[in-house]
């Protein structure tokens, strides 16, 4: 009998939990917001930020002249923070929708080889950039802006 206040409690808050979650995504013919964090090795962020917009921002370019991608924003923080929380870069991508977002871009090998056709560079490069990296996380966002009435 002890059982049954707990089991009810237990009820009751279950109910609870779905409103505690992240919202969906919005519908798979919206557009999509990603963020990607970039942590760097302390005193390799300039070195980081060059490589970046040498060997992938010109693909993330070629992204939006497809349609791919609607937009692509590159930030870092005015102010420091704790070392646990530290991000370097966040580049937030709004993609055409879920499924673009979702995919591989089947001509971005094509895609690299037309853009660095100097393919050693390229490679030794993009090791580089990701030797200097600590951590790097995907995070999709959603608006819940509400909509003006």
């Known amino acids: 009998m002890k059982l049954l206040p707990a089991a009810l409690c237990l009820a009751v808050l279950a109910r609870a939990l779905p409103a505690q979650g992240a919202p969906p995504q919005v519908a798979p013919d919206q557009p999509y917001t990603m963020e990607y964090y970039y942590k760097t090795q302390w005193g390799h962020q300039q070195e980081f930020l060059q490589l970046f917009l040498k060997n992938h921002y010109p693909l993330l370019k070629r992204g939006i002249e497809s349609g791919r991608m609607l937009s692509v924003k590159i930030e870092t923080p005015s102010n420091h923070m704790t070392e646990d929380a530290r991000w370097d870069y966040r580049v937030t991508i709004k993609f055409k929708n ?46 819940v802006t509400p909509a003006e009435k």
């Open 98 to 143: 879920s499924t673009v977002a979702t995919t591989a871009n089947p001509d971005e090998a094509s895609l690299i080889k037309q853009l660095w056709p100097d393919q050693e560079t390229y490679k030794r490069e993009e090791q580089r950039r990701f030797e200097i990296l600590l951590a790097h996380w995907d995070l999709p966002v959603s608006d």
